[in-house]
């Protein structure tokens, strides 16, 4: 490995990486993902959790193990930081690795309020260093041949686009900062950013206002449905529970067609025509046709959990390929800064059972009940 003395990676240096955080998504997404992210290591792993962070270490043959993630913003030790910590602390450690130089990809959502949004964007423009929010559907497979259709015209004079996200969570295994909107937890914020963001990412357009209604169980949150007006015109609309069984899908609706995504399938993306409806032998017959087609894709994948968590891999590959080649990355702070002011708007008309714009929204989470 070659790196100079600032930490930049020379010409040929493997690209150090350090993750703060342990947890769930930690072990099973991100540190699954790196087995096939190329010209980079994990080289420390942080947690104030000493056990959970050796275990987790072990498992990954991670030889750096800290509970102290000042440890790893020196360029002795990192190139890229991973701020996988819960989202309350974000912004103090995101802004602490920047001005140490480090590299960061922060994990959705960016923050939990506007000021602590505003530092990371106003932290990261200063930085010689590069700074990713990490959402990482952007680098799923079939939304990014969705966008391509998109952008291509044939679904005509754009209408409405619709979300699906189901994460069923458990009441034993959720952590504390789970279970209340305030510290980050239901599935207004914790699911939610990620449909606002595919909103924004698929059609262009911004989010004007939105109309909220969440439904409370033993946590927040548990499930909740947003309306939103975006900035084309379209309408939005996310559906988002932690009580059912997982589904992720999103449908965009145009004057001369509509395409659908089903995240979970490898064959999952399908495209129908004005004149077209699921039913009829023709979009049948490609479906079947695509399924085969797709099938050695779709098992090559499946130790990886398909092409959701290839799109770790994506993500993590796209910002080590930034940084070793001097790129900008495609995900932003100011990206995840507008998805976190759509939540903010949600969990205030949410509250208030009131339409809120997301100029107006506060700059904090409302209580939630």
Known sequence: MKHTAAGAVEAGGEIRIALVGAGEVTEHKHLRAFRDVRGARVVALVDKDAARCARVADRYGIKQRLTDARDVFSPDVSDIVGILTPPGTHAELAVEALRHGRHVLIEKPLALSMPDCDALVAASTKATALAM???????????????EVIASGVLGHLESIRGTWNSPRGDDTAPPWKRTRGTGGGAIVELG?????????????????????????????????????????????????????????????GDQGRLRVSCQRFDGLEVF????????????????????????????????????GDSYRGEWQH???????????????????????????????????????????????????
Not at 133 to 147: D, E, K, N, P, Y
Not at 193 to 209: K, N, P, S, Y
Not at 342 to 366: F, I, N, Q, T, Y
């Open 193 to 253: 950013v990620h449909l606002f963001d595919q909103w924004r990412f698929l059609t262009g357009a911004e989010v004007i206002d939105v109309f909220a209604r969440g439904r409370h169980g033993t946590r927040d949150d548990e499930s909740a449905t947003v309306s939103a007006s975006l900035s084309n015109g379209m309408h939005a609309e996310a559906i988002v529970s932690e009580r059912t069984s997982h589904d992720i899908e999103i449908e965009v609706c």
């Open 319 to 369: 910002m080590v390929d930034c940084v070793r080649e001097g790129g900008t990355p495609e995900c932003t702070m100011l990206d995840g800064r507008a998805a976190v002011r759509v939540a903010l708007a949600a969990a205030a008309s949410a509250s208030s059972g009131e339409a809120v714009r997301v100029d107006e929204a506060p700059p904090c989470l409302s209580a939630a009940r």
């Open 133 to 147: 929010t990490g959402f990482h559907m952007r680098w799923h497979r079939l939304l990014v041949q969705a966008r």
């Open 273 to 308: 025509s004005r004149r077209e409806t699921a039913g009829m032998l023709a979009p049948r017959v490609r479906g079947i046709a695509r399924a085969f087609r797709e099938l050695p894709r779709g098992l090559a994948r499946m130790r990886s959990l398909g092409d959701y």
